[in-house]
């Protein structure tokens, strides 16, 4: 009896084995390396879920702290994504306003949505053209505001605020909308320690105005030139074959001259080394690159972009760290864009080992493998991938034997 019952776990385990059927069902055991496979590559695509920075509109710029003294009051949304979005129905609520975006509203992929009190050269929306638009009176006492932006779930998305002190009695707040249409909208805005808020130490003043760069806020002109000029974003540095090579993405300029690149070997003292034509527009995002092979090798190098409008202001990038070693990291990989959708990938290796490196688009579905295979040590690679991309996110993923890397890459019209 024992023979037999051994007999039919045997036979049970090699049908599991071989994918044989048993009461209807396909009963399939993976080998461990398949099991071990598949497991990580879910891990990596939720992990790259996770990461993937969030696509929502966000206030990009703000000229004017008065709305009702401000001869000159400005609000620009922009949208990072590679589609257009749709704002109707969102709120936008500060001290002195709130209001709903009204339908047919929507801001085309990487451009910016600007309201204005004036209509004007750039402007998408007049605020006396919006039905349901409430001045509120700010609670007198404190100086200072904070703008907020909240989608048609009621969900705050976006929101800064201003003042003396970090600490202020204005947050949290609440109140209500009373639409044209006699709809009551609620919202509720947390404390000023809730990691949404992003603050600016300063004092109300009607004629300032200031641009979101990167993820922090600055002042930019007073009374002469109320347009805040350009607003970098996504500036990056690399050091490869000896050159360091510096890029960086302008969300819109206005009335600039040109781009100056600037080199620092304390982080403090900036000097120019290069100038950049500006070729911008107030919807057009433009990409600069530059290229610095006057570097010696081991060293630590600080950059950053200067722009100069045609008054003379001046507005700053972040500052961008490099070192020059010929190989600081076990595998190095930097993508650089071409024309056309054109995707130029150069990496290389300390070691001699097998890369695998492939192309996903925004949804993470596989567009094509780009290398597989060894990988020479010390000896880098230079990649054009020339298939013409359509507009849009991808990424670049990179497998060693060790660890993976991903580049985020975006291609314009």
């Not at 396909?26 to 996770?50: C, D, E, G, I, N």
């Not at 703000?62 to 709305?67: L, Q, R």
């Not at 100086?143 to 201003?162: H, S, T």
């Not at 982080?267 to 500006?278: H, M, V």
Request: aromatic share 14%; net charge neutral.
């Amino acid at each position: 009896m024992e023979n037999a019952i051994l007999q039919a776990n045997i036979l049970h385990t090699q049908a599991c084995h071989s994918g044989q059927r048993e009461g209807g069902y396909m009963r399939v055991r993976l080998p461990y390396s398949m099991q071990t496979k598949a497991f990580t590559f879910l891990f990596v695509w939720l992990t790259f879920l996770l990461q993937s920075p969030a696509q929502s509109p966000y206030f990009s710029r703000y000229v004017g702290s008065s709305y009702l003294e401000s001869s000159v009051f400005e609000i620009d949304l922009y949208n990072p994504s590679p589609r257009r979005v749709d704002i109707s129905g969102y709120m936008i609520v500060s001290r002195q306003f709130v209001f709903l975006l009204p339908r047919g509203s929507r801001i085309p992929p990487s451009s910016r949505f600007s309201m204005a009190k004036k209509s004007g050269k750039g402007v998408s929306l007049e605020f006396s053209s919006m039905e349901d638009f409430l001045i509120r009176i700010p609670t007198p006492g404190e100086q200072g505001d904070y703008l907020a932006l909240f989608d048609r779930n009621g969900n705050l998305v976006d929101g800064f605020y201003y003042a003396s002190n970090r600490d202020v009695q204005f947050l949290p707040d609440r109140g209500e909308l009373v639409t044209y249409q006699n709809k009551r909208v609620p919202f509720e805005l947390p404390g000023e320690r809730n990691r949404v808020w992003q603050f600016l130490r300063m004092l109300p003043d009607p004629a300032m105005a200031f641009i979101r760069q990167e993820k922090g806020w600055q002042v930019t002109s007073r009374l002469r030139n109320l347009r805040p000029v350009t607003a970098f974003e996504g500036a990056e540095a690399s050091f490869v074959e000896g050159i360091v090579n510096l890029q960086v993405r302008t969300a819109f300029e206005e009335n600039c001259r040109l781009h100056v690149v600037e080199r620092s070997e304390d982080g403090q003292t900036f000097l120019p080394i290069g100038e950049l034509e500006a070729i911008g527009g107030l919807t057009v995002p433009a990409n600069y690159r530059f290229y610095d092979d006057e570097v010696k090798t081991n060293r630590r190098y600080f950059y950053r972009f200067k722009n100069v409008d045609r008054f003379g202001f001046e507005v700053t990038s972040r500052i961008l760290e490099v070192r020059t070693d010929p190989f600081p990291e076990e595998f190095q990989m930097n993508v650089f864009l071409g024309g056309k959708g054109e995707v130029n990938l150069r990496f290389s290796s300390r070691k001699e080992q097998d890369v695998h490196i492939k192309l996903l688009d925004e949804q993470y579905r596989e567009v094509d493998v780009l290398f597989d295979g060894k990988l020479s040590a010390q000896r880098p690679q230079l990649i054009k991938y020339n298939s013409a991309l359509p507009v849009g996110k991808y990424y670049l993923i990179a497998s060693t034997e060790k660890q993976r890397f991903w580049e985020e890459v975006y291609v314009g019209e």
